[in-house]
């Protein structure tokens, strides 16, 4: 299995930036599609972007297209979520996870979590 590691959260405030990274242990990383994920307060986790194993497409939730970009580097076994124009509803814990399968991005379901980072934008 692989093992993952989330970092780079933090509080900005509105409007700022911050870039996310998740480190892969274990298994080859490049083996595996990945995702993002967040979980606000008293609300369930919810899908934010997903990148296929090379890095050659990409999925992203509405509420963050044009502002969030997920990328990879492979030989670093690295994920990474760079954020911008922050919004204080982007306030969550945000989770990367990988999956086993080889499917279309919009079909994967997740396999491995890492524990999460706090993102807080405030106002």
């Known amino acids: 299995q692989v093992q993952l590691i989330e970092s780079g959260g933090g509080l900005v405030q509105a409007g700022g930036s911050l870039r996310l990274s998740c480190a892969a242990s274990g298994r080859t990383f490049s083996n595996y599609p990945m995702g993002w994920f967040r979980q606000a307060p008293g609300k369930e986790r919810v899908f934010v972007a997903a990148?296929?194993?090379?890095?050659?497409?990409?999925r992203y939730a509405d509420s963050v297209k044009g502002r969030f970009t997920i990328d990879r580097d492979n030989a670093k076994n690295t994920l990474y979520l760079q954020m911008n124009s922050l919004k204080p509803e982007d306030t969550a814990i945000y989770y990367c996870?990988?999956?086993?399968?080889?499917?279309?991005?919009?079909?994967?379901?997740?396999?491995?979590w890492g524990q999460g980072t706090q993102v807080t934008v405030s106002s």
């Open positions: 996870a990988a999956s086993r399968l080889l499917v279309p991005l919009e079909q994967l379901k997740y396999d491995y």
């Open positions: 990148i296929t194993r090379g890095g050659g497409n990409t």
